[in-house]
Nanobody
Framework: QVQLVESGGGLVQAGDSLRLSCAASGRTFRNYPMGWFRQVPGKDREFVAA????????YYAEAVKGRFTISRDNAKNTVYLQMNSLKPEDMAVYYC?????????????????WGQGTQVTVSS
């Protein structure tokens, strides 16, 4: 069982940066590939970024490639999403998720554990 708690969301202006954190419980955190997703009202939850267990491989949606960076600190049981050059279209609730089997997966159904989400608001 893994519990995930996101933090770091907030209100920023276009062009600003924000770093999201996702703290995980459980001693086997390092075994879980992790992902970040986002969702706006009325739309499906969409893939943002993913990272494998050891942290050596990362994957990004085209919309955020070059602006967002996913990383993890397994000693702290935490995964991060550094978001730079934020745009109004990045505004969403951001969720972190843990998969039990799939590195780099982009489908919501590939992830077993989910956090409660953190709101990111970007003003133009």
């Amino acid at each position: 069982q893994v519990q995930l708690v996101e933090s770091g969301g907030g209100l920023v202006q276009a062009g600003d940066s924000l770093r999201l954190s996702c703290a995980a419980s459980g001693r086997t955190f390092r075994n879980y590939p992790m992902g970040w997703f986002r969702q706006v009202p009325g739309k499906d939850r969409e893939f943002v970024a993913a990272i494998n267990g050891p942290g050596g491989s990362t994957y990004y949606a085209e919309a955020v490639k070059g602006r967002f960076t996913i990383s993890r600190d397994n000693a702290k049981n935490t995964v991060y999403l550094q978001m730079n050059s934020l745009k109004p279209e990045d505004m969403a609730v951001y969720y972190c998720a843990a998969s039990t089997y799939c590195s780099g997966c982009r489908q919501v159904t590939s992830y077993t554990y989910w956090g409660q989400g953190t709101q990111v608001t970007v003003s133009s």
